[in-house]
Nanobody, 126 residues
Framework: DVQLQASGGGLVQAGGSLRLSCAGS????????IAWFRQAPGKEREGVSL????????SYADSVKGRFTISSDSAKNTVYLHMSSLEPEDSAVYYC???????????????????WGQGTLVTVSS
C-alpha cells in the first residue's frame, strides 16, 4: 500500500526558505505523481504543486508560482518542495499525496490521490 512520510516543516521568518521532503514506499514511484497540499486553520485544503515522477512535468497553484519549486529524486523515492520568499499566508499544515499517473490531472485535486502523508507544519512569522 502507498505510504508517505512528510518532513521539513518548521518556523521561519517572512522572506525565508524551507524545503519539505516526502519519502514514498509501497508503490512503483515512476508510475505515480506526488502532490503537495496545504491546509491552514479555518480554511479549505489547497493544492499547491504536483510532479509526475515519470517525466518530471509539474504544476503549481497561482499563489506559489515563482516562489515554490517541486522536484523528484527517483533514486531516493523522494519528492521535495523548495519554498522561498515565504509569506505569513503560507503558514499551514503541508501534506504530500500520491496518485497514479493515469488518474491525475494538472489541477491538483485531492480526490485524485490515493495515499497521504501525515502532514508537516509550516509557520511563517511576520
Amino acid at each position: 500500500d502507498v505510504q508517505l512520510q512528510a518532513s521539513g516543516g518548521g518556523l521561519v521568518q517572512a522572506g525565508g526558505s524551507l524545503r519539505l521532503s516526502c519519502a514514498g514506499s509501497g508503490f512503483t514511484f515512476e508510475d505515480f505523481a506526488i502532490a503537495w497540499f496545504r491546509q491552514a486553520p479555518g480554511k479549505e485544503r489547497e493544492g499547491v504543486s504536483l510532479i509526475s515522477n515519470k517525466d518530471g512535468s509539474t504544476s503549481y497553484a497561482d499563489s506559489v508560482k515563482g516562489r515554490f519549486t517541486i522536484s523528484s529524486d527517483s533514486a531516493k523515492n523522494t519528492v521535495y518542495l523548495h519554498m522561498s520568499s515565504l509569506e505569513p499566508e503560507d503558514s499551514a499544515v503541508y501534506y504530500c499525496a500520491a496518485g497514479p499517473l493515469y488518474g491525475v490531472t494538472s489541477h491538483i485535486r485531492a480526490h485524485e490521490y490515493v495515499g497521504w502523508g501525515q502532514g508537516t507544519l509550516v509557520t511563517v512569522s511576520s
